[in-house]
T-cell receptor, first 114, second 112 residues
């Protein structure tokens, strides 16, 4: 089985540009999570979905961040406009209800905003 | 509020020596507990998990962890480390709403 797929793996962009990160969860999983990892703040949960519906977006830092899940096999995290402080590794994870919180992580997208 | 504490930011261990990583949690109920490992440039991989039952759980790569309710701890151990165990290790607790709360992580360096 393919694991969680994220693209791109690396993204370098200039301040002010729009950035879109993509995630394909494991087939059949009904929970999807977006995390951000930085040296200063560690691993932070940004938002998560259940059955394509956003459940908790309290971790989204500000209105510049938005996330969608148009179907069960695809999600995006968009930053518009991007700022240097958004530089981080962004992880997507998925899990299956009834599997006791076990989350499977993608390889991450390393975002650098110059 | 629920929280996870990993007291050690960085541990250096010799190859072949034993390793123990500490994790303490603050949570009202019996939690779901996890250890994840992150190799450089990689995502997080689940090492092991505890939900109920036997308090000593076995995981992948020769790791084990022991749940101690009285100490609110879930320490990770390995009897003999290999150079490939150099990585960052995260303890996590599962919350009511299917979220995970992660500790700050412990970086393990293995010296020859």
């Amino acid at each position: 089985d393919a694991g969680v797929i994220q693209s791109p793996r690396h993204e370098v962009t200039e301040m002010g540009q729009e950035v879109t990160l993509r995630c394909k969860p494991i087939s059949g999983h009904d929970y999807l999570f977006w995390y951000r990892q930085t040296m200063m703040r560690g691993l932070e949960l940004l938002i998560y979905f259940n059955n394509n519906v956003p459940i908790d977006d309290s971790g989204m830092p500000e209105d510049r961040f938005s996330a969608k899940m148009p179907n069960a096999s695809f999600s995006t995290l968009k930053i518009q406009p991007s700022e240097p402080r958004d530089s981080a590794v962004y992880f997507c994870a998925s899990s299956l209800r009834g599997r006791d919180h076990e989350q499977y992580f993608g390889p991450g997208t390393r975002l650098t905003v110059t | 509020a629920q929280s996870v504490t990993q007291p050690d930011i960085h541990i250096t261990v010799s190859e072949g020596a034993s390793l123990e990583l500490r994790c303490n949690y603050s949570y009202g109920a019996t939690p779901y507990l996890f250890w994840y490992v992150q190799s450089p440039g990689q995502g997080l991989q689940l090492l092991l998990k505890y939900f109920s039952g036997d308090t000593l759980v076995q995981g992948i790569k020769g790791f084990e962890a022991e749940f101690k309710r009285s100490q609110s701890s879930f320490n990770l151990r390995k009897p003999s480390v290999h150079w490939s165990d150099a990585a960052e290790y995260f303890c996590a607790v599962g919350l009511n709403d299917y979220k995970l709360s992660f500790g700050a992580g412990t970086t393990v360096t293995v010296r020859a």
